[in-house]
């Protein structure tokens, strides 16, 4: 079996078919026109120079194009990096299209929404189940089809499912140590938690941040979403209240993107098993690319640190 990008090493050399996930023009300091292209297939993405560019070059190796090339991966400040040597636009009889390189939840859609009814049946609040079974309900497609974020975690089809799901198998288990949690609650602030990346992202194949996305943000976008739902029912109480801040404040603090911190013990334990699942899916996927006695590369959301593969993992 071919390997992906995602699993070369600095100094192989690479041919094959990627996809353009982003596309920048620059200038080196000989006044000569470069891309920066961001190449993506199912196991992830490298960041590529394609030097002395034409005008042609510009408009044809844009965002979402197939191409083919033939590089080496170098290494460029703690990162691997592709020096293209040759590229091409894919053809008709390449017999390749987008859905090939979209890397997809190692979960399928069927399994994602059977974990999410089983929470939702669990629930013994009628009102919170009802909140939520509406929410799901409303957004499912999108639900197991959107990524979780454009970068860093679970930033693949059906990412935010996997996302949810996840987090639910840990709270599960918090649950049965910690008999004082209120389990409904907590699963309904996790299934809820990060629905409003629907609007704020704009979807699978070259995520980016929507218009909304960016003046509003998932979170209070998510609040008053709750308040919609809720007025379509006629629900009124205290639990509209208490979801919506385990949704605001689920980030934690405000330098990380909460107006408010968690003041609900359920908000509190939500904060952490997102970060939880959240670093777990970063380190697994990075760790799953290096061999044994390796570092990683350094990971930005992980405060830049590389991390070692232990040799007796082997």
Same mark, same amino acid.
């Given at each position: 079996m071919k390997r992906g990008i995602g699993h070369y090493q600095i100094g192989d050399t690479f041919e094959g078919f990627v996809l353009i996930k982003e596309s920048t023009k620059g200038t080196a300091s000989n006044g000569k026109p470069f891309l920066t292209l961001v190449l993506r297939d199912a196991t992830g993405e490298i960041e590529a120079k394609l030097w002395d560019i034409t005008q042609d070059d510009e408009s044809i190796f844009i965002q979402e194009?197939?191409? &083919?090339?033939?590089?080496?991966?170098?290494?460029?400040?703690?990162?691997? %990096? *592709?020096?293209?040597?040759?590229?091409?636009? !894919? %053809?008709?009889?390449?017999?390749?299209?987008?859905?090939?390189?979209?890397?997809?939840?190692?979960?399928?859609?069927?399994? #994602?929404?059977?974990?999410? +009814?089983?929470?939702?049946? $669990? *629930?013994?609040?009628?009102?919170?189940?009802?909140?939520?079974?509406?929410?799901?309900?409303?957004?499912? $497609?999108?639900?197991?089809?959107?990524?979780?974020?454009?970068?860093?975690?679970?930033?693949?089809?059906?990412?935010?499912?996997?996302?949810? +799901?996840?987090?639910?198998?840990? !709270?599960?288990? #918090?649950?049965?140590?910690?008999?004082? #949690?209120? %389990?409904?609650?907590?699963?309904?602030?996790?299934? #809820?938690?990060?629905?409003?990346?629907?609007?704020?992202?704009?979807?699978?194949?070259?995520?980016?941040?929507?218009?909304?996305?960016?003046?509003?943000?998932?979170?209070?976008? *998510?609040?008053? $979403?709750?308040? &919609?739902?809720?007025?379509?029912?006629?629900?009124?109480g205290e639990e509209v209240l208490i979801l919506q801040h385990l949704v605001l404040s689920h980030h934690g603090k405000a330098e990380w993107g909460s107006p408010t911190p968690p003041l609900v013990r359920e908000a509190e334990i939500l904060h952490f098993i997102d970060l939880i699942d959240a670093k777990m899916n970063m380190l697994n996927r990075a760790l799953d690319k290096v061999k044994p006695g390796e570092f990683t590369e350094k990971l930005f959301a992980m405060e830049n640190r590389a991390f070692y593969k232990p040799t007796f993992e082997e």
């Open positions: 194009q197939i191409i &083919h090339i033939t590089g080496e991966l170098n290494q460029f400040r703690g990162k691997a %990096q *592709m020096r293209i040597n040759a590229i091409r636009i !894919a %053809q008709t009889t390449d017999g390749v299209q987008v859905s090939d390189f979209i890397e997809k939840a190692p979960v399928d859609r069927e399994e #994602l929404m059977e974990k999410l +009814t089983e929470a939702i049946f $669990e *629930m013994e609040n009628p009102t919170i189940q009802r909140i939520v079974r509406a929410v799901v309900k409303k957004y499912q $497609e999108p639900l197991l089809l959107y990524p979780a974020a454009t970068k860093n975690h679970h930033e693949y089809a059906s990412g935010l499912a996997h996302h949810i +799901t996840s987090m639910l198998k840990i !709270a599960k288990e #918090l649950c049965e140590l910690y008999p004082q #949690l209120n %389990q409904d609650l907590l699963y309904a602030g996790i299934i #809820l938690h990060d629905i409003g990346k629907i609007k704020e992202l704009s979807g699978v194949v070259s995520t980016s941040y929507t218009l909304q996305g960016k003046l509003l943000g998932h979170i209070p976008m *998510m609040v008053e $979403e709750i308040g &919609h739902i809720a007025k379509e029912l006629k629900i009124d």
